[in-house]
C-alpha cells in the first residue's frame, strides 16, 4: 500500500522544471515592460499603448477580419457536417480529404500562391469584369482575400472541433424526435441541433478567432498591416511597446479561452447529466493537436 | 422534405464548401505548380516550362536553408518530444483534477502562441538586451538568441505543450490494469516501461514527433519577428524571395521553394495519418 499511496518525487520535479520554462519568459516580459533601463518602474509602455500609431486601426482590422472568418467558416462547414450526419455518409471521407488538404500547405507555401494569383489580375485579366473583383477582395481598408486565406488555415481546426462535437450528439435521432413533434426540418436543425453544437461551435470559433488574431505571415507578405505585423513592425524602434503588446495579447487570448469555456459549459443540467457532457465537452474543448501555422 | 430524400440535399449542403475550397486553395496551389515549373513573366523571353526554378532551390543557399530548416525541426521536435512524454505522464497521473485540466487548457493556448508575441517575450527575456540576460550576463558565457540554438530554445515553447496535446489521450488509454499485470509478474517500473507502456504508445510518440516536426518546419512568424537572420530558413527566403530581394526574372524561385515545403509537409502527414489511425486502436 505504501507503494500505492507514495507521492513520487519526479512528477514535482517535472512540473517545476516546466513551469519555470514556461512563467519565466512570461514574467521576464512584465519585468522588461515596467522596468526600463535609466528610469526605473514606469508603466509608460501600457499607457503608451492606446496612443500608438496605428494601434486601433490594426486591432480593429484584425477584429473585422476574424469576425469574417469564423462566419466564414461556419456558413461552410456546418450544413456540410450536418447534411453527412443526417444523410449523406459517403460525403465524408470527400469533407475530410478536403479539410486536411490545407495542412499539406503551409501557410507560406500558400502565400506564396496567392501572390501569384492576385499578380493574374493587372497581368491577364485588366480587361475583363473580374479585374474588378481582384481589386475589391484588396482594398487595404478591408482585404478580403486575408478572410479567405485564414479560412482556407482554420478549416482543419474547424473540422475537427466540429466534427468531435458532432460525434458527441446523435444527430439524426434529435432531428427525427424533432420532426415528429411537428418541426419543420429547418427549425430542427436551427432549434435542436445547433444548439446541442454549442460547445463544439464555441471552440471552432475561439481556435479561428485565436489563428486570426496571432496570424502574421500571410498579412505581412501580402502587404497588410494587420495586429501581429503592427506589432512587429513597431518593435523596431519601441521595444517596450511591442513586448507590452505582446503581453497583453497573451492576456487577452488567455481571457477569451476562459469567455469560451464557460459560455460552452452546459446549464440547467442534472447531475449525473451534466458530468457527462462536460466530459464530452471536455473532449470537443481540447484543443485539436494540431498547430496551424501559429509560429 | 423528408430523412430519405437527403442525400441531393447533402450534396447541395457540403458544394459552397467544395466551391470555395476550389477558389480559395485550388487557385493557388495550380498558381504555384505552373509557377514553380516556368520562368517568370518578367524574364527575358517571358513565362516558359522549365525544370530550372525547382533545381535551382534545392542548391547552393536554398539547399542550405532547407537544410538548416529540417535541422532545425527534426532536433527541436526530439527535444519536445523527449520532454514531452514525462511532462505529459506527469499531468495525467496528476491526482489534482483543476491542476490537469489547467495544464490541457494551459497547453492549448501555449500551443497556439507562436510567432510574434512568442518571440518578443523571448526578446525581452534572453534577447541581448533581456532581463535573464543581463541579469545572469549570459552575453559574457557566449549565449545570443539569435542563433539556431536560441532558436531551438524559442522553438520548444509551443512544441512542448502540442506534445502533450498531442500524447495525452494516449497516455490516459494506458490501463492500469496493464501495470498491475505486469507488477504481478514481477516485473520493474522500468521493465513495464521498456516492455509494455512504450510499445503501445509508440505509434503515438512517433506521430507526436512527425507532427511536431511539421510545425516546426512551417514556422515563420517567430523567426521573421526575431530578425534572426544569421540561421538560413526556407521559410524566410521564400519570405525574402516574395518581397522582391531577389534579381529580375527569377520570382518563381519563391514557388519552387514552396513547393519543395509542400512535399515535405505531405510527406510529414503521409506519415503522420497512418500512425494517428494506428494509436487510435488502443483509445477505445
Known sequence: MARLTRKPLWRGAVGLLAGLYFLVPVAASVIFTVDVPGQGFTLDAYSGILSADGFTDSLLLTLELAAATIVLVMVLLVPALVAVRLGAPRLRPLLEIICSLPLVVPSVALVSGYSSVLRWGPEHLSRTPLFQTFTAVQDKRFPFVLVLAYTVMALPLAYRALDSGLRAVDVRVLVEAARSCGASAPRAVLQVVLPNLRGALLN???????????????GALLGYQPFAVWIVNTGGNQAQLSVAVSVLSLVVTWMLLLVFAALGRPRDRSRSLSRSSRRAGRDAAAPAPIAQEVA | MTLKTKAPAGMLAALPLVLFMLVAFGLPAVAML????STSSDAPGGAQWTTANLTDSVQGAYLTGLVSSVKLSALSALLAAVLGLPLAQAVVTSRHRALREGVLAASGVLANFGGVPLAFAFIATLGNAGVLTEHLGLTGAGWSLY????????YL?????LMVLAITPALEGLRKQWREAAQNNGATGFQYWRYVALPVLAPSLLGGYVLLF????????????LGSGSVPLITVQIADALSGNVLVGQGNIALALSLDMVVVAGLVMAVYVPLQRRSARWLD
Open chain 1, 204 to 218: 471552432a470559433s475561439f481556435l479561428t478567432l485565436a489563428l486570426v488574431l496571432g496570424e502574421y505571415t500571410v
Open chain 2, 34 to 37: 505552373t509557377g514553380a515549373f
Open chain 2, 157 to 161: 515553447y509551443f512544441l512542448l505543450p
Open chain 2, 214 to 225: 511539421g510545425s516546426a518546419f512551417a514556422a515563420y512568424a517567430t523567426a521573421a519577428a
Open chain 2, 147 to 154: 542563433t539556431f540554438w536560441g532558436l531551438v530554445v524559442v
